[in-house]
């Protein structure tokens, strides 16, 4: 009887120690996220890879590493599919077969030739293009969540303001994504000006709106892309990822068309105050990435 209080005691003991190691973990991890770098640097998308997915999202295809020299071993993320972050190794070479068709597809990802790397971490989303690089170079903490909202609709007001700001009739304004912590993300589509025609990948934030233009000049039926009569739509642009960089953020622009899909980046400035300030900016980067796609 007198042997029960001091193993309750005991039994107390071994449950705050256990609740000790937990919150010390806790904050152990919580120590190691923040010590993590906060931004991204643009000079990585210069030292990592592409790649796209197969059928299953098991598996990203380098397909033509022969391009550059890189210590292919060392990469072991891959970012795409909206900011999705996935695990990844090394598999090993894939040899091109002879039913290759060229196209750069899920469909054909065993025919073609380069390197295979496998998802041990997640999932890929099937026939997605990722960037590959090693995961201290772009980290969980860099990345900024991207949420669609291609189902809310612009005002007039936003319209009015487009045109004021870029001296030209708004002809179609498409809501495309959130960035949180920044603002909104939209495509404009301009009136023609005969043969002439506009677009505009436009960002709202608290700087106001900031562009980045797509002149075109309409011919044989194509403007922007090969074969796009003309016409600039919401469902041909899609969103890499998002990374926070140290004056703005990095934002991943796919862009299908009719033969295949192109990848670029534009890198945001955000508008500094003050004596020298400078009014906030988006250009696009030099690193691109295109996958020929159809016919399939």
Do not use: C
């Not at 990592?48 to 990203?60: Q, W």
């Not at 909202?149 to 495309?176: D, G, H």
């Not at 009014?279 to 020929?292: G, M």
């Amino acid at each position: 009887m007198k042997k029960k209080p001091f193993i309750k005691y005991i039994s107390v003991f071994i449950a705050a120690l256990l609740l000790l190691t937990h919150v010390i973990q806790g904050a152990s991890a919580a120590k190691s996220f923040n010590e993590t770098p906060a931004f991204f640097n643009k000079s990585v998308l210069k030292q990592g890879t592409f790649g796209f997915a197969n059928l299953e999202g098991t598996k990203l295809l380098v397909d033509y590493p022969q391009e550059q020299e890189l210590n292919w071993s060392q990469f072991n993320v891959a970012v795409g599919h909206n900011g999705q972050r996935l695990s990844i190794k090394l598999k090993g070479k894939q040899k091109e077969t002879e039913a290759n068709n060229g196209r750069q597809t899920a469909y054909n990802f065993d025919q073609l030739g380069g390197l295979i790397y496998e998802v041990i971490g997640g999932k890929a989303e099937s026939n997605e293009t990722y960037f590959i690089v090693k995961d201290s170079a772009l980290t969980d903490r860099m990345l900024l969540e991207l949420t669609s909202i291609n189902k809310k609709k612009p005002t007039s007001k936003m319209k009015s303001e487009i045109t004021k700001l870029k001296n030209r009739a708004v002809k179609n304004l498409y809501p495309l994504e959130n960035i949180k912590e920044i603002g909104n993300v939209y495509l404009v589509e301009y009136k023609p000006k005969g043969k002439d025609m506009l677009a505009s990948l436009a960002v709202l934030t608290s700087d106001g709106w900031v562009f980045k233009d797509y002149p075109a000049t309409f011919s044989d039926n194509s403007a922007w892309r090969v074969d796009d009569g003309g016409s600039i739509t919401p469902d041909m642009f899609s969103f890499t990822f998002a990374a926070r960089s140290e004056h703005g953020f990095i934002l991943g622009v796919q862009w299908l068309g009719a033969e295949g899909e192109s990848t670029s980046f534009l890198e945001y400035t955000q508008a500094k105050k003050g004596k020298n300030g400078k009014k906030a900016k988006l250009s696009e980067l030099d690193v691109r990435y295109s996958r020929y796609m159809m016919p399939i």
